[in-house]
């Protein structure tokens, strides 16, 4: 994918990364474009989907769900389907942050959120009547955020 990417498309990257409310013409002045080539270049990047989203990260302690749980699950090894069919499953489910396909221990790690233990204790109750293939789990209980971040490093081509 990054071979698509020249030396502009990185630095865009990076910076819509960090604030995705940012001007073209901002972003021009910092990349050395026009603002019009940065908003082809932001077009061809959201069209080709190497943009996937341009979300509002929320302070989880400002909303209704502040405590978070890290889940590692075991799946049935014999059951082929099983991952498609959590991922359909997780895909609906909105305190499922994230979802990980993993090696190690457990099959697959995710990020879920709760307002309380209580309510993570349905959480995982409904994971696992809805999901059979889910063998067991392991929940961490994270007590403190020491870095949460979802800037990816963009590979500058004219830095190989």
Known sequence: MTDRLDQFDSAILDLVQRDCQMKAETIADKVGLSASA????????????????????????ATDYPMTFITGMEIERD????????????ERQDN??????VTGDVDLVAIITARDVEHYDDISAQLMSENPQIRRMHTNVVLRDVKIGLHIPVRNPARR
């Open 96 to 101: 499922i942050q994230q979802v990980y396909y």
């Open 79 to 90: 059951n082929y389907d099983a991952l498609a069919r959590f991922r359909s499953w997780a």
């Open 38 to 61: 940065v908003q082809r270049r932001l077009k061809r990047l959201r069209a080709e989907s190497i943009i996937t989203a341009e979300i509002a990260v929320v302070d989880r302690k």
